[in-house]
T-cell receptor, first 114, second 115 residues
Framework: GENVEQHPSTLSVQEGDSAVIKCTYSDSASNYFPWYKQELGKRPQLIIDIRSNVGEKKDQRIAVTLNKTAKHFSLHITETQPEDSAVYFCAASPVTDSWGKLQFGAGTQVVVTP | EAEVAQSPRYKITEKSQAVAFWCDPISGHATLYWYRQILGQGPELLVQFQDESVVDDSQLPKDRFSAERLKGVDSTLKIQPAELGDSAMYLC?????????????FGQGTRLTVV
């Protein structure tokens, strides 16, 4: 089955700096890679995702890159703000025509200090 | 906005007792997931349904855990008997066709404490 590893486990940045979180996956059949943000006591929520036919995707201050050959993908947050403080999870999934299966990384606690 | 509903939000139970959690996915979502999230860790997939069928329960401790989705809509996860190590957040999620049409949406979770 799929195994997703995520680094670092904690990340402290100054407000305005960039944050980068990296994940690797093991199953070459995985073709969908979402990133979830979980604030304390709340449900995980999707912030961005990428499919294997795309190398990079951006949404305002957030970007994700994918290297299929190396089986790794990364989340980049630019101009960090205090409200970016949360736990971020990467996930990988092989997706068929009818369903997919999400395996999550262990998470990265991001702390943005003013 | 449609949401995944879970109940109860919190549950305290004594070890060796039975406990059950309920999940109502977003209407029309064929795929339903149960995850266990231990504090400080990522969600761990316990069981996945496609409609009423189990498509993956390889990580479900079947000696004490069971899950069902009889009509392919709502689902129940049961633990019997509960053990101290079962204390965790139990998250339910649902999706249409993951990655192709939509994302996986999570419920608020059930926080289980076994004493």
């Amino acid at each position: 089955g799929e195994n997703v590893e995520q680094h670092p486990s904690t990340l402290s940045v100054q407000e305005g700096d960039s944050a980068v979180i990296k994940c690797t996956y093991s199953d070459s059949a995985s073709n969908y890679f979402p990133w979830y943000k979980q604030e304390l006591g709340k449900r995980p929520q999707l912030i961005i995702d990428i499919r294997s036919n795309v190398g990079e995707k951006k949404d305002q201050r957030i970007a994700v890159t994918l290297n299929k050959t190396a089986k790794h993908f990364s989340l980049h947050i630019t101009e960090t703000q205090p409200e970016d403080s949360a736990v971020y999870f990467c996930a990988a999934s092989p997706v068929t025509d009818s369903w997919g299966k999400l395996q999550f990384g262990a998470g990265t606690q991001v702390v943005v200090t003013p | 906005e449609a949401e995944v509903a879970q109940s109860p939000r919190y549950k305290i139970t004594e070890k060796s007792q039975a406990v059950a959690f309920w999940c109502d996915p977003i209407s029309g979502h064929a795929t339903l997931y149960w995850y266990r999230q231990i504090l400080g860790q990522g969600p761990e997939l316990l069981v996945q349904f496609q409609d009423e069928s189990v498509v993956d329960d390889s990580q479900l401790p079947k000696d004490r855990f069971s899950a069902e989705r009889l009509k392919g809509v709502d689902s129940t996860l049961k633990i019997q008997p509960a053990e101290l190590g079962d204390s965790a957040m139990y998250l339910c999620a649902s999706s249409l066709v993951l990655g192709l049409n939509t994302e996986a949406f999570f419920g608020q979770g059930t926080r289980l404490t076994v004493v």
